[in-house]
């Protein structure tokens, strides 16, 4: 059991800030991604969990006890790296059991756990294996049993498969996560790839300049981004931006104008509350639609905009097709069937029940 909270840790190096008041509550089994651009302190998060680094300023509770000054070895945390510093001269069976004989841990109980542990990575037949001689998954393996071997109370695991080609990543993942399953234990990762964070996180924590942005479940996190930032972040293509401004239409009706092309597009009564009350008539906004909420017509329809198609990209499961909206460009995603050529007039809806809003002053969304 370990559940991990951090209250309101700052971590400085001189000037910097690396982590800026961060407050995470990790539950006990969860697997949770602190994900976010190079040097935006998730590292050093992870370093201050893990007891490598001190907080300047806050707590670190792990299961109710505060560790924010306790030493790594006695934390019972398991921490794995991108660069797998294996014993180059023991073989993956000496890696694997060199934390258990470090606890005098006797000679038969030592074969039954690196043998348990060996069948879950799947790699009994090169336990007699030297590191030189192993690939770097193989070698990523034995790094990540030597960590299981003594059952700690929870794994960080920094960036453990960034080194690897995009193919054993993909797998790398699925049995990353598959052992997290089996094993049940608390696991914070790290990493800077959203689409890792979001295949593999019962939740994701997004960091920007030492500061968390937003956390939730990926399913969360995508569809009712916070702010600019994790609009922009996660989804591959990303979210659309379109400038807009609510005002009245002829009728008297709140309606958003599209800023680059001038035209008016309908919003619900719903989104014409939440523009009220928040005060934002008037003021510039982001409508925020993803590639596949918005809708390609070759016929004009009710709320279509009429377009022409500027790129037209194939993925071979999809097609991203790019169209202008006066000076923005927008990107739509189509199925792989559907064939367009440049410049074609084509009409674009959205699917207005999943937009975001965002106040582009402050980049926080309003709903
Ligand atoms: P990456 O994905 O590139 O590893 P990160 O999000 O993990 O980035 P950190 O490694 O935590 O970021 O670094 C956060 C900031 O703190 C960076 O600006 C980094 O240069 C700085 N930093 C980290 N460790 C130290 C240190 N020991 N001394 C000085 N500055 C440091």
Redesign the pocket.
């Known amino acids: 059991m370990a559940e991990i909270v951090l209250k309101d840790i700052v971590k400085r190096?001189?000037d910097?800030t690396?982590v800026n008041n961060l407050s995470l509550n990790i539950k006990d089994k969860e697997f949770l991604v602190l994900l976010?651009p190079?040097?935006?302190?998730?590292?050093?998060?992870l370093r201050c969990i893990s007891g490598l680094e001190t907080p300047d300023e806050g707590k670190i509770l792990i299961d109710g006890e505060d560790v924010t000054i306790k030493r790594a070895s006695r934390r019972d945390i398991a921490f794995v790296f991108q660069l797998y510093a294996l014993y180059p001269q023991l073989t993956a069976y000496g890696n694997i059991a060199f934390p258990l004989l470090t606890q005098r841990t006797d000679k038969k109980k030592i074969k039954e756990e690196v043998n348990k542990v060996a069948e879950i990575l799947k790699i009994k037949h090169i336990l007699n294996k030297k590191p030189k001689e192993l690939s770097g998954g193989d070698m990523q393996r034995v790094a990540l049993g030597r960590a299981i071997v003594r059952r700690p109370k929870a794994f960080l695991l920094d960036?453990p498969i960034g080194t690897l080609d995009a193919k054993f990543r993909e797998e790398m993942r699925t049995e990353l996560k598959k052992l997290h399953v089996d094993i049940g234990a608390t696991t914070v990762y790290?990493t800077?790839d959203q689409v890792e964070a979001m295949s593999m996180g019962d939740s994701i924590a997004i960091?920007n300049l030492?500061v968390l942005q937003q956390v939730g479940t990926p399913y969360e996190i995508y569809t009712n981004p916070k702010n600019l930032f994790v609009a922009n972040f996660i989804g591959s293509p990303g979210m659309n931006f379109i400038n807009c401004k609510p005002e009245r239409d002829s009728s008297g009706r709140l309606v958003l104008r599209l800023l680059s092309i001038g035209t008016h597009i309908q919003i619900s009564d719903e989104i014409q509350k939440i523009i009220l009350d928040k005060k934002e008539e008037e003021k510039e906004l982001a409508l925020g639609v993803r590639p596949e909420d918005m809708i390609l017509s070759m016929k004009k329809e009710e709320n279509y905009i009429e377009t022409k198609v500027f790129v037209v990209e194939r993925t071979g499961s999809y097609n991203i097709v790019n169209i202008k909206l006066g000076s923005d460009i927008v990107r739509v995603r189509t199925l792989p069937t559907v064939a367009l050529k440049v410049r074609e007039t084509v009409y674009i809806g959205i699917d207005m029940k999943r937009i975001s809003i965002f106040n582009k002053k402050d980049g926080n969304s309003i709903m």
């Open positions: 190096f001189g910097l690396a976010g190079s040097g935006c302190g998730k590292t050093t998060t960036e790290v800077h960091m030492g």
